[in-house]
């Protein structure tokens, strides 16, 4: 793998992350695979996440784990700037196969801890279904080469249910829509949703929000505000924020998806 980015830092990132796992791990990697706004085409520096997915032969031991989870503390220490921004699962090969999210759980790296075992809900799908289209392989052969064919109308749905398990709940909480983060990082992934449930595609949050804009030209102020968003920036637009939420429950309603 040489130069995976336009970005030196990030690829001593993905480099270290891969030597260091095969030195661990060796013959049980069958793929390593980057995704997320890196391969999507949407990547800011100043606000966006590295993404990875890891495919193993089978499930990681306690003693693997903990080999993994030092590994990670070491990428992030020698790359500081992205401590607490790096998240990656790691999937055993055998639930590759799972169209559903699999009820097993699989160990995931996010925000400076490895939960070893994190639940699959209705990203699975979408990821799967985005990874396969246009997740760079650092590893292994090609990512759709492990999954069984992944149907649009399945990632519809299952972008429908994501706003209503995983976003309607955040319109009560009024600490976590006090968030800077938390509202730019709503809006947009709102943005994904209506542009996958109503326009019929999955895309990146930029491609998505050039498309509501659009569509839904009285959201663009707000949108415009989370897409400027960046690590130490304000944005105090939870009211907002929320209306957008009922919005966007309304014209998925309006789809008849679920």
């Not at 930029?206 to 690590?231: F, M, N």
Request: aromatic share 10%.
């Amino acid at each position: 793998m040489n130069d995976a980015t336009p970005y030196p830092v990030i690829n001593t990132v993905l480099s270290e992350w891969k030597q260091g796992l095969k030195s661990l791990l060796g013959k049980k990697i069958v793929g390593l695979y980057l995704c997320g706004s890196l391969a999507y085409g949407d990547f800011r520096p100043d606000r966006s996440d590295i993404d990875l997915q890891a495919v193993v032969r089978n499930r990681l031991t306690e003693a693997e784990l903990k080999s993994i989870e030092h590994l990670h503390k070491e990428v992030e220490r020698n790359c500081p700037e992205w401590a607490g921004r790096i998240e990656c699962s790691y999937v055993p090969l055998e639930l590759m196969r799972e169209l559903t999210p699999p009820a097993r759980p699989r160990p995931w790296w996010g925000f400076g801890t490895l939960y070893a075992e994190a639940p699959a809900g209705n990203e699975w799908i979408i990821n799967h279904y985005l990874l396969s289209k246009h997740g760079i392989t650092l590893e292994g052969p090609d990512f759709k080469e492990l999954i069984p064919p992944i149907d649009l109308q399945s990632v519809r749905q299952a972008s429908a249910r994501d706003l209503f398990q995983e976003w309607v709940p955040k319109a009560n909480d009024s600490a976590w829509l006090s968030n800077s983060h938390y509202q730019s990082y709503l809006v947009l992934n709102l943005c994904r949703i209506l542009h996958t449930v109503i326009h019929g595609q999955p895309s990146s949050k930029e491609v998505s929000g050039h498309w509501v804009k659009a569509t839904y030209p009285q959201w663009t102020d707000l949108i415009e505000e989370a897409e400027r968003w960046a690590y130490g920036d304000e944005m105090n637009r939870q009211t907002d924020a929320a209306a957008f939420l009922r919005f966007a429950v309304e014209r998925v309603n309006e789809s008849k998806l679920l």
